[in-house]
């Protein structure tokens, strides 16, 4: 297996909901991420997990708050979004964080609106 | 500082035509390289990456790189452009004398094959 699965593709929600985002992969891989990737824009980092571990955190919001259950499953929790959070959030996942050579496999994205 | 750019937010290219993409890069140790594909509302795929060696690098679906040192540049190149090729691509870094193995990506570039 050499994907990464995000559920779900799509996420309508109100500022005042409180919903997740889940991903998984079983390629073994030891450090998982989370991005934020506005239209057209780069993706923008927001949190790195090495074995498990919250490893990076890029400032990011309270409203959003990773978790990693097991070494296959990364989940974001998000409350009290606002509109400008709406964006398409990305999970990536590596065999570890501390080889440059690396390659980030990405999943296919969660497409999130805030209304 | 690590830092990527590329300088075209877009490219046409005829179908059958060679195609370029460009992309220079900024770090203070040796560079990792890699380039990156996004189609419409998916993730990021990988097509290749320069660690060292061989100066040119061949990657998936017919796309190469070419590595130059002096000129700071990593240039995607493919000889004969197809329709299916269009989409956004992103050239990424990491600075392997940082101490830090985040991918600084560049702002992208959106590929245009005209049939």
């Known amino acids: 297996d050499t994907e990464v699965t995000q559920t779900p593709k799509h996420l309508v929600m109100g500022m005042t909901n409180k919903k997740s985002l889940k991903c998984e992969q079983h390629?073994?891989?030891?450090?998982m991420y989370w991005y934020k990737q506005k239209a057209k824009k780069p993706p923008e980092l927001m949190f790195v997990?090495?074995?498990?571990?919250?490893?990076i955190n890029e400032s990011v919001p309270s409203r959003f708050s990773p978790e990693c259950p097991n070494s296959s499953l990364l989940n974001l929790h998000l409350h009290a979004l606002q509109p400008e959070d709406s964006a398409l959030y990305l999970c990536?996942?590596?065999?570890?964080?501390?080889?440059?050579?690396?390659?980030?496999?990405f999943g296919a994205g969660s497409r999130l609106t805030v209304l | 500082a690590q830092s990527v750019a590329q300088p075209e937010d877009q490219v046409n290219v005829a179908e059958g035509n060679p195609l370029t993409v460009k992309c220079t890069y900024s770090?203070?140790?040796?560079?990792?390289l890699f380039w990156y594909v996004q189609y419409p509302n998916r993730g990021l795929q990988f097509l290749l990456k320069?660690?060292?060696?061989?100066?040119l690098v061949k990657g998936s679906y017919g796309f190469e790189a070419e590595f130059n040192k002096s000129q700071t540049s990593f240039h995607l190149k493919k000889p004969s452009a197809l329709v299916s090729d269009s989409a956004l691509y992103f050239c990424a870094v990491r600075d392997n004398g940082a101490g830090s193995y985040q991918l600084t990506f560049g702002k992208g570039t959106k590929l245009s094959v005209i049939p």
């Open positions: 390629m073994g891989h030891r450090a």
């Open positions: 320069y660690i060292t060696g061989d100066n």
């Open positions: 770090v203070s140790g040796n560079p990792y």
């Open positions: 997990y090495s074995y498990e571990k919250l490893s």
């Open positions: 990536a996942s590596s065999q570890d964080q501390g080889n440059g050579a690396n390659v980030l496999t």
